[in-house]
């Protein structure tokens, strides 16, 4: 099944229309400069730029006007979508004297404002007053949704340091970064896919000075880069399950706290370190110029921020040349990581940030050069399939009868081929060794199939809790829903911007219930990822009263899911176990976690401020706070008086007729996978067989083999020796060798020549490659299931680059036939 095959979204989201990833980005108002005519064309796919003379676009300074570029479409094909945004000049370039040195010449265009001729061209420019949403829309909407679809994303913001990464990947209060966003729309998507059913989950790592360190949890560092079929991972990252946008953004704000950051010339505070969000979200440290002051640790950080970020350049730069035999993605960990989506399997979109102003003209002029050769990187966006237990069971059943047939034919053939007898001895010791070798792995195999299986089976059970599906059900689910093994989680239809992702009290309506938490408009429901980093600006502005509108969900999750918890309501009606309720307040406990480190965070920066500037709302809003924090440590801890109250009333509260349906839906259940079990094991079974017969007709075979060497040498020597030996050794007269004789001798030679060429030529590579199939996953056709994966990629440069990646933005759960699939990795 693939994703196109799935349900269909309805048209309307709650946040705003979306059109599908195949569409072109919408069109953009024209921004900067007064566009040009010949760059005032209409929107545009993004697809490789090729000479034309529609929009100008030049590779080098030459005064004179270059080949111009026009993009191509093509169906099976999409290029890397590189999009520039200018920021505004910042007020420390006006009062040094700064001029403009760049602009956006309309919206396909940036110009050089002291050489007209300099010109490259783009998918889109994005003048100083674009709006983040403008950019959102244009350069990562299509990516979400492919994401949501089972295609890979990635969106990079890539420019020098204080050129606008962050305030477009992350964004502020009022202006939402694209992170927050692709969120937002995710769930979006969740709630407008009915028949579908979704697993979020996020990690946050960050890359310093070439070392991965978990911001999830503090405990994990130094963590090492794997890969398997899906392609490169983080082992031992935490990855944390996320049910509602304010949930997803509370576990970045938390992860901030630990990231390294500095201050530096340009920007009071620089990323330090690249970051990745596995929602999966990445978050790159930027590139050092020389002009930046660089000391000691800052020094060091910018050696590899540089390093990291040049071998970012040259693989773009490698993929781009077609005649490149090896790209260097194992030369930084950044580009390791991001190895899947560079190497063609997503979709890509680039936003260069630069800024305007001259006196950083030249790294606006490189961030301009490297941004135009990555358009020429061109990327096959494919879905991705993951295998699941069912589909592995088919490939392993399907492989046994190949290996059947094979076997068959093998056996057929060395029957049939006279020359078969005299095969070489040697061959088929290396044949029998291969057969041997191949059951023992075949059989570990199967037993670590069995080990995983299991192992995924109570993860699948386990996250089945988790699943978050729309509330709007009108299509019927591919899914037959078994009775309580999967919660369904609401919405919210009745607020739709309270993208509330699970309650467990959904199917009770307790989404009109008020917690203390949600009653209470708390600040750090919409604290984004900035504010998280302006806190730590020591030049912060005051902002003021926070609750001004926020651009997300008031109410917390965690705060509805308490209430629904703890206020009088039962948890999850009938169905459920005492383990998903266990489950369940774990998670809220969790989710309150994050929201107490969120407000103290918050609380931190209010301190710092209230100590050189205090003021009364500020301290109100410290207090506020401060309640808040003491409120929701309160919830905790009520949880788990619950979670310790569930444990020892379970055998008293549950009814004989709930704990018998209990049992037998187990017993249903084991009996299911007993059945699988055994049809592996027989198949198991008959492989073995397979692989003695085809052993013990080795073993014949060597024998008729040595016995007809042995005739072959007995009458080779008789032959070879002159007329006396050959006399003396026959005891008979010696007579002149024969016309029949040299014909009888050259026969058995020649055949058994041609028997060697027939055996190792076709029957040994085939073997082997049977063999082979058995122990490699590749090349199947069955039923595999969608990934959802999306990168979202923030890179900051030129000190402390940040980029963002959304990797593993949705995780899909699907049941074909009564059995859950496990989508994810
Ligand atoms: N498009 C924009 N409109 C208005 N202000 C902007 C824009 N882009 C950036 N800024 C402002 O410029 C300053 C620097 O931006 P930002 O911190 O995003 O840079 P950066 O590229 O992330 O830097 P670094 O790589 O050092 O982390 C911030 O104060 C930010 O608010």
């Not at 890359?207 to 503090?218: G, M």
């Not at 619950?642 to 009814?655: A, W």
Request: aromatic share 4%; glycine share 6%.
């Amino acid at each position: 099944m693939s994703a196109s095959s799935g349900p269909r979204r309805s048209s309307i989201s709650p946040f705003r229309s979306r059109k599908s990833p195949a569409q072109p980005p919408p069109p953009a108002k024209p921004t900067g400069r007064p566009a040009t005519p010949s760059s005032t064309t209409s929107s545009r796919p993004p697809s490789r730029l090729s000479a034309s003379p529609a929009t100008s676009v030049s590779h080098s300074p030459s005064p004179t006007t270059l080949p111009l570029d026009r993009p191509e479409t093509s169906k099976s094909k999409e290029n890397v979508m590189v999009t520039v945004r200018f920021r505004p000049l910042s007020p420390r370039e006006v009062n040094k004297g700064d001029e403009i040195a760049w602009y956006a010449d309309g919206d396909y265009t940036v110009r050089n404002e002291y050489n007209p001729s300099i010109a490259y061209g783009f998918d889109k420019v994005f003048g100083p007053a674009t709006t983040t949403r403008h950019v959102y829309d244009v350069a990562a909407q299509h990516v979400v949704n492919g994401a949501m679809q089972g295609i890979n994303g990635t969106v990079f913001a890539y420019g020098v340091t204080s050129s606008g990464k962050t305030h477009t990947m992350h964004g502020e209060q009022k202006s939402p970064g694209i992170i927050p966003l692709a969120v937002k729309d995710v769930f979006g998507i969740i709630q407008e896919t009915p028949g579908r059913e979704f697993l979020l989950r996020v990690s946050y790592l960050e890359i310093y000075n070439e070392v991965i360190n978990d911001l999830l949890d503090p405990t994990g560092q130094n963590l090492r880069i794997r890969e398997d079929a899906q392609g490169t991972y983080v082992e031992g990252i935490k990855e944390e399950v996320v049910l509602s946008p304010a949930h997803a953004l509370s576990l970045i704000a938390t992860g901030e706290e630990h990231r390294h950051v500095g201050s530096n010339n340009f920007n009071l505070l620089s990323s330090r370190s690249h970051t990745i969000f596995t929602l999966n979200l990445i978050d790159l440290a930027g590139s050092e110029s020389s002009k930046t002051e660089t000391t000691g640790l800052r020094r060091k950080e910018g050696s590899y921020i540089n390093k990291s970020l040049l071998t970012l350049g040259t693989v773009i730069s490698k993929l781009t040349d077609e005649k490149a035999t090896h790209i260097p993605y194992r030369d930084s960990k950044l580009t390791r990581l991001l190895q899947s989506s560079l190497s063609g399997h997503g979709r890509i979109s680039l936003i260069c940030t630069v800024t305007p102003a001259s006196s950083n003209s030249e790294e606006t002029h490189n961030t301009l050069k490297f941004a135009h050769r990555s358009k020429h990187v061109e990327i096959k966006a494919s879905q991705n399939k993951i295998m699941d237990e069912k589909s592995l069971i088919k490939k392993y059943q399907k492989e046994i009868t190949f290996l059947k047939q094979e076997l068959q034919q093998l056996k057929s053939g060395m029957m049939d081929n006279p020359h078969m007898a005299a095969s070489s001895q040697d061959d088929l010791v290396n044949l029998k060794l291969q057969l041997e070798a191949g059951q023992v792995k075949l059989q570990s195999r199967l037993e670590e199939e069995e080990q995983e299986k299991a192992a995924l089976l109570g993860r699948i059970q386990r996250l089945t809790k988790l699943i978050l599906v729309s509330t709007k059900n009108s299509m019927p689910s591919s899914i037959p829903e078994r009775p309580g093994h999967r919660r369904r989680h609401s919405f919210g239809e009745d607020e739709p911007e309270n993208l509330v992702g699970l309650s467990p009290s959904a199917d009770s309506g307790s989404s009109s219930s008020v917690s203390p938490a949600s009653s209470s408009k708390s600040l750090h429901h919409r604290v984004t990822f900035n504010d998280i980093k302006d806190g730590r600006r020591k030049s912060i502005s005051k902002r003021g009263d926070d609750s001004a509108g926020g651009s997300f969900p008031e109410r917390t999750k965690a705060g509805d899911l308490f209430s629904a918890t703890v206020a009088g309501r039962r948890l999850p009606p009938s169905g459920t176990t005492i383990t998903d309720q266990m489950d369940l307040l774990h998670e809220q406990m969790k989710m309150l976690a994050g929201e107490v480190a969120l407000c103290t965070s918050s609380l931190k920066r209010l301190s710092e401020q209230a100590a050189s500037n205090s003021e009364d709302s500020q301290l109100r809003h410290m207090q506020k706070l401060k309640d808040e924090i003491s409120e929701k440590k309160l919830q905790i801890r009520v949880l788990e008086q619950r979670m310790i109250g569930s444990v020892e009333r379970t055998p008293h509260t549950l009814s004989t007729t709930e704990m018998s349906q209990a049992l037998s839906k187990l017993t249903t259940q084991l009996n299911e996978k007993t059945f699988e079990l055994e049809i592996k094991s027989a198949d198991n079974r008959i492989l073995q067989e397979q692989l003695q017969m085809k052993i013990s007709e080795n073993t014949e075979m060597q024998e008729t083999i040595l016995l007809l060497r042995q005739q072959i040498d007995s009458l080779s020597n008789k032959m070879s020796g002159s007329p006396e030996q050959m006399a003396e050794n026959d005891g008979i007269p010696p007579k002149p060798c024969s016309e029949e004789i040299s014909q009888q001798k050259n026969a058995w030679r020649n055949g058994l020549g041609s028997c060697e060429e027939t055996f190792v030529d076709e029957h040994t590579p085939t073997s082997v490659m049977s063999l082979n199939r058995i122990f490699s996953h590749e090349e199947s056709n069955l039923n595999s299931q969608v990934l959802m994966q999306v990168n979202f990629t923030r890179t900051s440069s030129a000190i402390g680059t940040q980029y963002a990646n959304f990797k593993n933005l949705g995780y899909m759960i699907l049941s074909m036939q009564s059995a859950y699939f496990f989508i994810g990795c």
